[in-house]
């Protein structure tokens, strides 16, 4: 027996198609949408995240500022003790200064040469006095020249010859004379130096 199928199955395989194509898409725009959830929702968390690290490292941050402006202020406070306390130094080799100017020079000088006024002004001093010879200005400048511990770069300024009274009836001819010396510090105190004039006379 032959059966004949005079129903319209070709439109009920095309309505069948065309819903199994709607539910695919649909089913796809579900996912598509899930997804596209799924990674706004992770963009969210690290964004957040992220945030939550910049605020972290915002706040050590200006932690560290505050840090680095404390050192600042000890090393300006530290530069300032260090300053004051150069100062201390400096004032108390100035204050012993002239005693090693004068003990130097009492070494220093020969027989037959007598100072008369020293005048110190910073690092110079001007040095006057009167000598038998022009050989005792001399050996004054070598002796400051080779064993100066304290003065050094002597200067000769002037040197003229005069007539002085040495008693009521006696003259003689002296030797007048000014010089110009620095003064430098050495590291210590240093060993008093007798002068090679000295210890052979």
Do not use: C
Request: hydrophobic share 40%.
């Amino acid at each position: 027996m032959i059966l004949i199928n005079l129903l319209p199955h070709r439109e009920a395989r095309r309505l069948t198609r065309r819903r199994n194509f709607f539910l695919g898409v649909a089913l796809s725009a579900v996912a598509g949408l899930g997804l596209v959830a799924a990674g706004l929702s992770g963009l969210t968390q690290l964004t957040s995240v992220q945030e939550g690290r910049n605020a972290y490292l915002q706040a050590e941050i200006l932690r560290l500022d505050g840090q680095i402006k404390d050192i600042a202020s000890l090393r300006a406070e530290i530069d300032a003790l260090k300053a004051r306390l150069q100062s201390i130094e400096d004032l108390q080799t100035d204050r012993n200064v002239p005693v090693h100017l004068l003990n130097e020079l009492a070494r220093m000088a020969p027989e037959g040469l007598q100072l008369k006024s020293l005048v110190q002004t910073g690092n110079d001093v001007l040095l006057t006095g009167v000598a038998q010879s022009n050989e005792r200005v001399s050996e004054l400048l070598r002796n400051v020249s080779l064993n100066g511990a304290w003065l050094e770069r002597p200067e000769l300024i002037e040197v003229k010859s005069t007539l002085a009274d040495f008693s009521a009836r006696e003259r003689g001819r002296v030797y007048e004379f000014s010089l110009r010396l620095k003064v430098r510090r050495p590291a210590s105190d240093p060993a008093p130096k007798r002068p090679p004039s000295a210890a052979s006379s």
